[in-house]
């Protein structure tokens, strides 16, 4: 379904020309073309690039948030949110509805991005740690999730491997490596 707003219509552009190409490969022209705007409609609603990306990457990151919500309250055994999180991305990148997280692929390029881009990839990268490091610690009062180290080391190791997970998913072409990869992460996690 195509949003009806043109500055969320003009958001979904970027995200796909972020993935395709990276912060630097494209234009509000690139974008202008795809959703059949002027640049300066574009530039209406996001007078910077900086303004866009930074705006996509806040809109990503309370998405991201509502959906850990969401698993809290559907899936309450931490074992079982983390093998849900890794299994959101197994399908995702398996049928290539969201086969790369956008800031992970925004963070590869940090030196090359504006200062408050930056800041917003590392507040999404924090605000997921900090939700891993929590689902961690739980399942490790709980029982069924086995530390061997402090759970805000073991968040930023889960996370690491997961994002590095999609990268050799997407180099390799294969989707499938993206669970060779995580699946032995899991098993090690979860053996309580």
Known sequence: MKPNNTAEEILTCTRSLIMSSGYNGFSYADISKVVGVRNATIHHHFPTKADLVR?????????????????????PAPDDQLRAYVHYWESCIADGTAPFCICALLAAQVPALPDDVVLEVRAH???????????LERGAQQGTIRLTTSAAAEAE???ATVHGAMLSARASGDAHVFTVI???????????
């Open 55 to 75: 705006a996509l990457i806040v809109d990503y990151r309370w998405k991201a948030q509502v959906g850990m919500a969401e698993l809290e309250r559907n899936v």
């Open 125 to 135: 990268f924090k605000a997921l740690a900090d939700w891993f490091a929590s689902v």
């Open 182 to 192: 995580t699946e032995p992460l899991l098993k090690r996690l979860l053996q309580a």
């Open 157 to 159: 190791s889960f996370m």
